[in-house]
């Protein structure tokens, strides 16, 4: 019965570690409608009250858009919280609809 207890209060302790950690993450292109060969800019924006540890995927998969080019993690810090904002160029030579996949961002150490 201690053990059920001790294992409860450890999963409550880490759920309110979890829910510490404050957040608000947006994504943006800067257009709706592509000609063929016409590059796509793609943004994840996130702010957060304090520092975090941000990780990104090495080699991000952006199928069937290629990517042209990925800027590093861009930090500011202002008015009392922080925003990390990461870039991606993107480029497509097919006509269709195309969505953007999800992606990946790590958060102090967790998935």
């Known amino acids: 019965m201690k053990k059920i207890a001790l294992i409860g209060c450890f999963l409550l302790g880490m759920s309110q570690l979890i829910a510490q950690v404050d957040f608000d993450l ?22 957060s009250d304090s520092i975090l540890d ?20 861009d930090t500011i810090q202002a008015q009392g919280h922080y925003l990390f904002t990461k870039k991606y ?10 969505w953007l996949p999800s992606q990946k961002i790590g958060i102090n150490g967790s998935l």
Do not use: C, H, M
């Open 26 to 47: 947006k994504t943006a292109v800067d257009t709706t409608q592509l000609r063929i060969g016409e590059q796509l800019n793609y943004s994840i924006q996130l702010k």
């Open 54 to 73: 941000l990780t990104f995927t090495e080699k991000p998969i952006f199928a069937p858009f290629e990517l042209l080019e990925e800027s590093p993690l």
């Open 89 to 98: 160029a993107l480029i497509q030579f097919d006509s269709g609809a195309y």
